[in-house]
């Protein structure tokens, strides 16, 4: 059937083509077409009937017609070719290079759908990874294995902040970082692309990453492709070359825009905002390609960059992520506009599996503590910064005018710091014990006793003041 | 033998004349299984729970003649199962990393041998019921697995097989049932999931469901065979709220259905639950417990099916007169997953592009919930505690609406809470329980007879603390009467020194009822005392500043449930700390 041209094209309308009288063609099966220029574009079965075969076409059903069409069913889905030699190198969303070097050549091609990870198959992600950057290190810990997305909104720093962790990103006691990248853009614009190829260049770790384009202004449908074929080359990498991977993946907005898009094609019954019903599925086939695998010494760890429509943590996008993802780190425009790089509002950030991942045997004893402490104070500084706002600083009590300045310290010392600054995880908790040393002791209740007589030093009471 | 003729995503259209409505069919060269979901003439439609990328039209299909059914008998406790009973420690075993698809692995060890003891009423020629109990095996050190008959065989007992050992499909015995046909019976049997376990009758849920988190228990509980859903939006802390539970809970057998959610919190659940103890036996932890899990990258109609199949083992544990707890992680999930087959169906969505019947499925589901008397005399439950992921943390779409007016008890999580790691996040306002009298009557007996009256007087200070809230955020604190500046501040002193509760604390995760009330009205006493003398002329201020309230908040986590005389000789004193600032405030005064 591989051989077979079929010119039994009887419709095509916006991406979708349907074929007729082709009998028994495998679901899934990947297509080529040859338009009436001569051009290749590829495709996928979507539906298949003895008599109807609805096909996708990656880039698109423009300035084709039915009659001079012609299709080939290739009888398997869509494979990336895997070796070694991906490392370094750059690919469109379909895995063909856009480097100018010739294509990978190997006899290990895989299926980029992946197939689901036995859940006992699993292990669980316990091994901190020190980013250097207090907000989350200190707050919102990243392990190795998780899935932890930043959200983000049109004009903020994500990509800067995504660079920034995979720059410094590393083991607790390991001098470099050990890390391979995978870097996947869709619908990202040529300036964004440019801006992270950029960065890898500068810390000079270009040669240990693969990147996967498919740029703001090509076929919407490869969009769709594009981050299986990343994940895919993130599993050749992990789970048998033994690396650990950080996949970062920008932006699972236009991801999931696409995918409606092609939805609507397929006149798939709508649920929120006109996304499919399957979004939810459809983003956790992706998602869940992180983790680790027990007798294993690889693993995935993923950061995908979000940006929320309108600034909307509850649009369906980002929604549907944080059920799936283990928390989020969610830059916040008010920080941002202040001058505070980077602009993590800690408040909505959450990291799932930091629970596991710090404290005694990890990194210190009191880091857990010291980690909710901070977030209460901050909520509680965050009222008392509302109430100031209402009824004027000056009328504060003496322990609220204290949140106060412990809020202002908290964002430009604790969050705040520079964009090459790459703090240890215990200089991040040394100053945050130097901004939890400005409240009074006996407010501090999610410390130990112990742990506030060997690192508080302020006063114990308001009283005292 | 029929055949395939389309294929749609997870729909596959069958040439399969004479197959039953939820037939199981095999189908193609991969031999994928699923079940029937409609037919027209002589083509049926089939739901697969795999992926069918690859099946081609014209491929064969074959009906294997009987619903989706599970496998009740030994060997189910402490495994972990996917959404179809496939056992997947067997199956990684079997197939590597990865799940392959057309694995057929059966659901029990067969070759694993159980010591089995005979009940001593079942001789040769007595009479034999559906769920009568034929013997026992000692599946783990801490449960006895009753040997069930199955619940529709009834007649003559012609053999049983003697103590010793014997593998599942050893024949155990032989009934001569009514219609003169032989059964053979074995330490096993199966049952179709969609079909709930017949019982002789439903009994009144009694006791509550002891969960060791003290707004749920002290405020508001659940009684064993009830049913409760916990809505959240994401990051509220549903998933630890849920583990605390599956951890803490009082129940005889924990069912934990991962359905359609994250494959690394299953995994926690598997690391963690070997190592910790369980509170009431002092065995590990996952001798009690069962796992199916469905994560969110697994097909998408296994998931709809992983509930029928937890509710079915839950019901089986059960019959044998135990208290099950089912917890379900997420209903919503599986409500998607109904959602994603009646849209590829092309049934008309009504809200949010659900289907019609979500509501009455729903129902159906929570009501196999409950107290029951089994077949077989005993009394036994399921409580089903549904977790529920709305959208948007909107508590008004269908999934969430619908369940609120079918459960009892409503667990409430709050983002804004969960913001401040205020946990567990679960809203004191929107939360509600409506178990009380029962409850209350069981507190009475077994804890403090003014459980009722303390609780009340504690969800009425929050409340009014509440309205207090609005009028600070406006005026500020200095607008406040004394009296209203005490209860705002004894309003803080319950939310932190009672209502969060640490569940990495090694202490304060778990609290004992007793535990529970010590603290309630420890801290109640507090409030009352600083309101004595706030009427009296005392300012509010001066109150504020005892270290006693400090102390009090810390009191959680100093006491574990079996310290409690230490607590109580605390909460003595708290008069006598009032008492002298009574004194020096008439003294200055």
Same mark, same amino acid.
């Given at each position: 059937?591989?051989?077979?041209?079929?010119?039994?094209?009887?419709? &095509?309308?916006?991406?979708?083509?349907?074929?007729?009288?082709?009998?028994?063609?495998?679901?899934?099966?990947? +297509?080529?077409?040859?338009?009436?220029?001569?051009?290749?574009?590829?495709? =996928?079965?979507?539906?298949?009937?003895?008599?109807?075969?609805?096909?996708?076409?990656?880039?698109?059903?423009?300035?084709?017609?039915?009659?001079?069409?012609?299709?080939?069913?290739?009888?398997?889905?869509?494979? =990336?070719?895997?070796?070694?030699?991906?490392?370094?190198?750059?690919?469109?969303?379909?895995? =063909?290079?856009?480097?100018?070097?010739?294509?990978?050549?190997?006899?290990?091609?895989?299926?980029?759908?992946?197939?689901?990870?036995? %859940?006992? &198959?699993?292990?669980? %992600?316990?091994?901190?990874?020190?980013?250097?950057?207090?907000?989350?290190?200190?707050?919102?810990?990243?392990?190795?294995?998780?899935?932890?997305?930043?959200?983000?909104?049109?004009?903020?720093?994500?990509?800067?902040?995504?660079?920034?962790?995979?720059?410094?990103?590393?083991?607790?006691?390991?001098?470099?970082?050990?890390?391979?990248?995978?870097?996947?853009?869709?619908?990202?614009?040529?300036?964004?692309?440019?801006?992270?190829?950029?960065?890898?260049?500068?810390?000079?770790?270009?040669?240990?990453?693969?990147?996967?384009?498919?740029?703001?202004?090509?076929?919407?449908?490869?969009?769709?492709?594009?981050?299986?074929?990343?994940?895919?080359? &993130?599993?050749?990498?992990?789970?048998?070359?033994?690396?650990?991977?950080? +996949?970062?993946?920008?932006?699972?907005?236009?991801?999931?825009?696409?995918?409606?898009?092609?939805?609507?094609?397929?006149?798939?019954?709508?649920?929120?905002?006109?996304?499919?019903?399957?979004?939810?599925?459809?983003?956790?086939?992706?998602?869940?390609?992180?983790?680790?695998?027990?007798?294993?010494?690889?693993?995935?760890?993923?950061?995908?960059?979000?940006?929320?429509?309108?600034?909307?943590?509850?649009?369906?996008?980002?929604?549907?992520?944080?059920?799936?993802?283990?928390?989020?780190?969610?830059?916040?425009?008010?920080?941002?506009?202040?001058?505070?790089?980077?602009?993590?509002?800690?408040?909505?950030?959450?990291?799932?599996?930091?629970?596991?991942?710090?404290?005694?045997?990890?990194?210190?004893?009191?880091?857990?503590?010291? &980690?909710?402490?901070?977030?209460?104070?901050?909520?509680?500084?965050?009222?008392?910064?509302?109430?100031?706002?209402?009824?004027?600083?000056?009328?504060?009590?003496?322990?609220?005018?204290?949140?106060?300045?412990?809020?202002?310290?908290?964002?430009?010392?604790?969050?705040?710091?520079?964009?090459?600054?790459?703090?240890?995880?215990?200089?991040?908790?040394?100053?945050?014990?130097? =901004?939890?040393?400005?409240?009074?002791?006996?407010?501090?209740?999610?410390?130990?006793?112990?742990?506030?007589?060997?690192?508080?030093?302020?006063?114990?009471?308001?009283?005292?003041? | 033998?029929?055949?395939?003729?389309?294929?749609?995503?997870?729909?596959?259209?069958?040439?399969?004349? !004479?197959?039953?409505?939820?037939?199981?069919?095999?189908?193609?060269?991969?031999?994928?299984?699923?079940?029937?979901?409609?037919?027209?003439?002589?083509? $049926?439609? *089939?739901?697969?729970?795999?992926?069918? *990328?690859?099946?081609?039209?014209?491929?064969?299909?074959?009906?294997?003649?009987?619903?989706?059914?599970?496998?009740?008998?030994?060997?189910?406790?402490?495994?972990?199962?996917?959404?179809?009973?496939?056992?997947?420690?067997?199956?990684?075993?079997?197939?590597?990393?990865?799940?392959?698809?057309?694995?057929?692995?059966?659901?029990?060890?067969?070759?694993?041998?159980?010591?089995?003891?005979?009940?001593?009423?079942?001789?040769?020629?007595?009479?034999?019921?559906?769920?009568?109990?034929?013997?026992?095996?000692?599946?783990?050190?801490?449960?006895?697995?009753?040997?069930?008959?199955?619940?529709?065989?009834?007649?003559?007992?012609?053999?049983? $097989?003697?103590?010793?050992?014997?593998?599942?499909?050893?024949?155990?015995?032989?009934?001569?049932?009514?219609?003169?046909?032989?059964?053979?019976?074995?330490?096993?049997?199966?049952?179709?999931?969609?079909?709930?376990?017949?019982?002789?009758?439903?009994?009144?849920?009694?006791?509550?469901?002891?969960?060791?988190?003290?707004?749920?228990?002290?405020?508001?509980?659940?009684?064993?065979?009830?049913?409760?859903?916990?809505?959240?939006?994401?990051?509220?802390?549903?998933?630890?709220?849920?583990?605390?539970?599956?951890?803490?809970?009082?129940?005889?057998?924990?069912?934990?259905?991962?359905?359609?959610?994250?494959?690394?919190?299953?995994?926690?659940?598997?690391?963690?639950?070997?190592?910790?103890?369980?509170?009431?036996?002092?065995?590990?932890?996952? !001798?009690?417990?069962?796992?199916?899990?469905?994560?969110?990258?697994?097909?998408?109609?296994?998931?709809?099916?992983?509930?029928?199949?937890?509710?079915?083992?839950?019901?089986?544990?059960?019959?044998?007169?135990?208290?099950?707890?089912?917890?379900?992680?997420?209903?919503?999930?599986?409500?998607?997953?109904?959602?994603?087959?009646?849209?590829?169906?092309?049934?008309?969505?009504?809200? !949010?592009?659900?289907?019609?019947?979500?509501?009455?499925?729903?129902?159906?589901?929570?009501?196999?919930?409950?107290?029951?008397?089994?077949?077989?005399?005993?009394?036994?439950?399921?409580?089903?505690?549904?977790?529920?992921?709305?959208?948007?943390?909107?508590?008004? !779409?269908?999934?969430?609406?619908?369940?609120?007016?079918?459960?009892?008890?409503?667990?409430?999580?709050?983002?804004?809470?969960?913001?401040?790691?205020?946990?567990?996040?679960?809203?004191?306002?929107?939360?509600?329980?409506?178990?009380?009298?029962?409850?209350?009557?069981?507190? $009475?007996?077994?804890?403090?007879?003014?459980?009722?009256?303390?609780? $009340?007087?504690?969800?009425?200070?929050?409340?009014?603390?509440?309205?207090?809230?609005?009028?600070?955020?406006?005026?500020?604190?200095?607008?406040?009467?004394?009296?209203?500046?005490?209860?705002?501040?004894?309003?803080?002193?319950?939310?932190?020194?009672?209502?969060?509760?640490?569940?990495?604390?090694?202490?304060?995760?778990?609290?004992?009822?007793?535990?529970?009330?010590?603290?309630?009205?420890?801290?109640?006493?507090?409030?009352?005392?600083?309101?004595?003398?706030?009427?009296?002329?005392?300012?509010?201020?001066?109150?504020?500043?005892?270290?006693?309230?400090?102390?009090?908040?810390?009191?959680?986590?100093?006491?574990?449930?079996?310290?409690?005389?230490?607590?109580?000789?605390?909460?003595?004193?708290?008069?006598?700390?009032?008492?002298?600032?009574?004194?020096?405030?008439?003294?200055?005064?």
């Amino acid at each position: 059937m591989k051989n077979i041209e079929f010119r039994t094209a009887t419709s &095509a309308q916006g991406g979708l083509i349907v074929m007729g009288g082709v009998p028994g063609v495998a679901a899934g099966s990947r +297509v080529q077409l040859r338009d009436h220029a001569g051009r290749l574009r590829s495709g =996928l079965v979507i539906r298949s009937a003895d008599d109807a075969v609805l096909v996708e076409v990656f880039e698109g059903t423009d300035e084709l017609d039915l009659e001079r069409t012609w299709v080939r069913f290739l009888d398997e889905p869509f494979k =990336l070719p895997v070796s070694r030699d991906i490392l370094g190198r750059i690919f469109n969303g379909a895995g =063909l290079p856009r480097d100018g070097r010739p294509p990978i050549i190997s006899a290990d091609r895989r299926d980029v759908n992946g197939e689901p990870l036995n %859940p006992a &198959a699993r292990a669980y %992600p316990r091994e901190f990874i020190q980013t250097g950057i207090s907000a989350i290190d200190g707050m919102n810990s990243l392990t190795r294995g998780q899935k932890l997305p930043i959200f983000s909104g049109g004009g903020l720093p994500h990509n800067r902040v995504a660079a920034q962790i995979v720059r410094q990103a590393k083991l607790l006691g390991e001098a470099a970082s050990e890390f391979v990248v995978v870097f996947a853009a869709f619908g990202a614009s040529h300036a964004d692309a440019r801006f992270f190829e950029e960065s890898f260049e500068e810390s000079g770790v270009l040669n240990k990453v693969v990147m996967f384009l498919n740029l703001a202004d090509e076929p919407v449908i490869e969009r769709l492709l594009t981050p299986r074929a990343a994940l895919t080359a &993130a599993e050749y990498l992990a789970f048998d070359l033994d690396y650990h991977v950080l +996949v970062v993946m920008t932006d699972m907005t236009a991801y999931a825009e696409a995918l409606r898009e092609v939805a609507v094609l397929r006149g798939d019954v709508p649920a929120r905002k006109g996304y499919p019903g399957y979004l939810y599925s459809d983003l956790a086939e992706i998602y869940e390609r992180a983790g680790r695998i027990k007798n294993r010494r690889g693993s995935i760890t993923m950061i995908p960059v979000l940006s929320m429509p309108s600034d909307d943590i509850t649009h369906p996008i980002p929604d549907l992520t944080g059920y799936i993802t283990e928390g989020q780190i969610v830059l916040g425009r008010e920080l941002s506009n202040q001058g505070v790089y980077p602009p993590v509002t800690v408040l909505p950030s959450l990291s799932r599996l930091m629970k596991d991942g710090v404290g005694k045997n990890f990194t210190r004893e009191d880091h857990p503590h010291v &980690a909710s402490q901070l977030f209460a104070s901050y909520a509680k500084a965050l009222e008392v910064r509302g109430l100031a706002a209402i009824i004027g600083a000056e009328e504060l009590s003496d322990a609220d005018r204290r949140y106060l300045e412990f809020a202002n310290a908290f964002e430009h010392k604790f969050i705040g710091q520079g964009e090459d600054e790459d703090r240890s995880v215990f200089e991040t908790l040394n100053l945050a014990w130097d =901004l939890l040393s400005m409240l009074p002791a006996d407010a501090l209740i999610r410390v130990s006793e112990e742990e506030l007589a060997k690192y508080h030093k302020g006063q114990a009471t308001v009283a005292a003041a | 033998m029929g055949k395939i003729l389309e294929i749609n995503g997870p729909l596959v259209k069958l040439e399969l004349p !004479e197959t039953v409505l939820g037939e199981q069919v095999r189908v193609g060269r991969l031999g994928l299984v699923g079940e029937v979901i409609g037919r027209d003439g002589n083509t $049926a439609l *089939a739901q697969l729970y795999e992926d069918t *990328a690859g099946l081609r039209p014209g491929e064969e299909a074959t009906g294997l003649g009987w619903p989706l059914s599970v496998e009740l008998g030994p060997g189910l406790l402490g495994a972990i199962f996917d959404g179809v009973q496939r056992p997947l420690e067997a199956v990684w075993q079997q197939s590597g990393d990865r799940m392959a698809r057309g694995v057929a692995v059966p659901s029990l060890p067969r070759d694993k041998r159980w010591h089995f003891v005979p009940d001593p009423h079942r001789r040769a020629g007595t009479a034999l019921a559906g769920g009568d109990v034929l013997g026992t095996v000692q599946e783990t050190e801490s449960i006895l697995h009753r040997i069930l008959t199955p619940p529709l065989i009834h007649g003559e007992l012609l053999e049983l $097989a003697p103590e010793g050992d014997y593998t599942i499909e050893e024949i155990l015995g032989r009934v001569r049932k009514f219609d003169d046909t032989i059964e053979k019976l074995h330490l096993f049997h199966r049952w179709p999931v969609r079909t709930p376990r017949p019982f002789r009758k439903r009994d009144h849920a009694i006791a509550p469901l002891i969960t060791g988190q003290r707004i749920l228990d002290t405020f508001y509980p659940l009684l064993k065979g009830g049913k409760a859903a916990i809505p959240g939006p994401f990051g509220a802390g549903k998933t630890m709220l849920q583990q605390q539970i599956a951890r803490w809970c009082n129940a005889e057998i924990v069912i934990y259905v991962g359905c359609g959610e994250r494959g690394n919190e299953l995994t926690d659940v598997l690391e963690f639950m070997p190592e910790l103890k369980d509170p009431h036996t002092g065995r590990p932890l996952m !001798e009690r417990t069962l796992l199916v899990a469905n994560t969110s990258n697994m097909p998408v109609v296994a998931r709809e099916a992983s509930v029928y199949v937890g509710i079915t083992l839950a019901e089986y544990f059960r019959d044998q007169g135990l208290d099950v707890v089912m917890v379900a992680d997420s209903t919503s999930r599986w409500a998607e997953a109904l959602r994603e087959v009646a849209g590829r169906l092309g049934q008309m969505p009504v809200e !949010e592009g659900y289907p019609a019947y979500l509501g009455s499925r729903l129902a159906a589901f929570y009501e196999r919930a409950g107290r029951v008397e089994t077949m077989a005399g005993h009394h036994g439950s399921v409580t089903l505690i549904g977790a529920v992921s709305p959208p948007g943390g909107d508590f008004s !779409e269908p999934v969430t609406s619908h369940t609120k007016e079918i459960i009892q008890t409503f667990w409430a999580l709050s983002k804004e809470l969960a913001d401040a790691r205020h946990y567990p996040s679960v809203d004191w306002l929107e939360s509600f329980s409506g178990y009380i009298g029962s409850a209350a009557k069981w507190w $009475a007996e077994n804890v403090d007879p003014n459980w009722e009256r303390e609780r $009340a007087e504690a969800l009425d200070l929050l409340s009014a603390s509440e309205e207090l809230q609005r009028i600070v955020n406006l005026v500020g604190v200095e607008a406040l009467s004394s009296e209203q500046r005490w209860t705002l501040e004894a309003a803080g002193l319950i939310k932190e020194g009672l209502l969060q509760q640490s569940a990495i604390d090694e202490i304060d995760s778990f609290a004992s009822p007793e535990k529970q009330y010590a603290l309630l009205s420890g801290l109640l006493e507090i409030f009352r005392q600083g309101m004595k003398l706030v009427k009296l002329g005392a300012p509010a201020r001066r109150l504020i500043q005892m270290p006693l309230l400090s102390q009090a908040r810390r009191w959680k986590s100093q006491h574990t449930s079996e310290d409690i005389a230490a607590l109580k000789a605390k909460i003595a004193q708290i008069p006598g700390e009032f008492e002298k600032l009574m004194l020096e405030y008439e003294q200055t005064a």
